[in-house]
């Protein structure tokens, strides 16, 4: 088993599946999006660019969506922390994925690069 299919099945349910479901979401939005092991996480590229990454935020006991151009999207329920770059959207494992609201901040994010305010690699 890849270190990527492990950390699938590392943290128990219900946060396996919240993170199963996220991946396929993510996936789901762009045939050009791409998973890849990367600083020992998930990470999810658009056209070879860095785009989003999968993690689990230990203060707060949840999975949760970093978005790499974070700092561009200007959304209330993304918080930055101590971050430059990045948001983080938490997600509640005991609780149905909000899909709408994360396929909508996907969507959003992918414009970026798709409009060219992010370059991407052809």
Same mark, same amino acid.
């Given at each position: 088993m890849s270190e990527l299919d492990d950390f699938y099945l590392h943290h128990g349910?219900?946060?396996?599946?919240?993170?199963l479901a996220l991946r396929k979401?993510?996936?789901?939005?762009?045939?050009?999006?791409?998973?890849a092991w990367k600083y020992?996480? &998930?990470?999810?590229?658009?056209? *070879?660019?860095?785009?989003?990454?999968?993690?689990?935020h230990k203060k707060y006991q949840q999975p949760y969506i970093g978005f790499v151009e974070g700092k561009r999207l200007n959304e209330p329920f993304l918080i930055q922390e101590?971050?430059?770059?990045?948001?983080?959207?938490?997600l509640n494992p005991n609780q149905?994925? &909000?899909?709408?609201t994360i396929? *909508?901040?996907l969507?959003?994010?992918l414009?970026?690069?798709?409009?060219g305010v992010i370059a991407t690699k052809q």
């Open positions: 349910e219900p946060v396996n599946g919240a993170l979401i993510i996936l789901q939005q762009d045939e050009h999006i791409t998973c020992s996480m &998930p990470f999810f590229y658009y056209k *070879g660019k860095m785009f989003c990454y999968l993690w689990y101590k971050r430059s770059r990045m948001k983080i959207m938490l149905d994925l &909000p899909i709408h396929q *909508g901040i969507q959003k994010a414009n970026l690069y798709k409009t």
